[in-house]
């Protein structure tokens, strides 16, 4: 009697292919879930402008308060952003600093306005890892402490 193949796959096979499927639905899900966000920022607010105008925006319009100093701290205070968030952050934590800069009309920014603008452009849940990372560098927020609750 001649040797018959058995049409029904490995079971090894099955458990490779399950995995894969669960492996690319969640890379997939994690991609999802960051464009949605990134979505949510473009939508045109009450005003007729974007969360990503009004940054542009006020990063444009304090360029010329920020100084060599001011763009230095920036540098330090972004420092525990992972690399591929961190020119992203960056830009928003500036946005937010040159806001209060251009609200308070002040002539350049400070290394208090930068503390500042760094609480309040940092989300609530990240405040424990601010709080850490501000007290490893021995940077003095307790002026701004009331931010924090």
Known sequence: ???MMSNAPHPGF???ILFWVFVLLFAMSVGGYFMF???FKVLPMAD???KLDWQNHYVEASRHLWTDEAKAFLDVLVEPVPTPFRDIAKHSIAARIGQLGL???V???TRDLCIKGY???TPKRDYKSLTTYLDKKEIDYT???HLLS
């Open 103 to 105: 609200e308070e009309k």
């Open 1 to 3: 009697m001649p040797y």
């Open 37 to 39: 966000r990134k979505f």
């Open 107 to 109: 002539p350049a920014i």
């Open 48 to 50: 007729g402008k974007s």
């Open 14 to 16: 099955m458990w490779f």
């Open 119 to 121: 609480i309040l452009a």
């Open 143 to 145: 002026p701004y402490k």
